[in-house]
């Protein structure tokens, strides 16, 4: 069983940046697809960012390329989400999930491909 836990949320403002982390315990995820999925208020879960477990291939929500950048440490067992030029669209519960499918380049931009989810933490831009 893979426990998760997002740490890094918070208030800022528009433009500004933010670095979310999610701490992976119980297992090791080395070899584990890791993705990042928001909320926005009154809104569905909506992909971010996904990483493969070997690290070499990313994916993003169009809505962030350019300004999110995800990465992994697996020695950590933890993987990151640096958010950069913030827009108030960006305002979410931010979650992030693994999953223990998939080859070493393979990445999932859908939820039902995670086992495992984080209780989240909300990131808050004003403009």
């Known amino acids: 069983q893979v426990q998760l836990v997002e740490t890094g949320g918070g208030l800022v403002q528009a433009g500004d940046s933010l670095s979310l982390s999610c701490a992976a315990s119980?297992?090791?995820?080395?070899?584990?697809?890791m993705g990042w999925f928001r909320q926005p208020p009154g809104k569905d879960r909506e992909f971010v960012s996904a990483i493969s477990w070997n690290g070499d291939t990313t994916n993003y929500a169009r809505s962030v390329e350019g300004r999110f950048s995800v990465s992994r440490d697996s020695a950590k067992n933890m993987i990151f989400l640096q958010m950069n030029k913030l827009k108030a669209e960006d305002t979410a519960v931010y979650y992030c999930?693994?999953?223990?499918?998939?080859?070493?380049?393979?990445?999932?931009?859908?939820?039902?491909?995670?086992?495992?989810w984080g209780q989240g933490t909300q990131v808050t831009v004003s403009s």
């Open positions: 119980g297992h090791s995820v080395s070899y584990y697809v």
């Open positions: 999930a693994a999953s223990s499918t998939g080859r070493a380049t393979d990445y999932y931009s859908t939820s039902q491909w995670y086992d495992y």
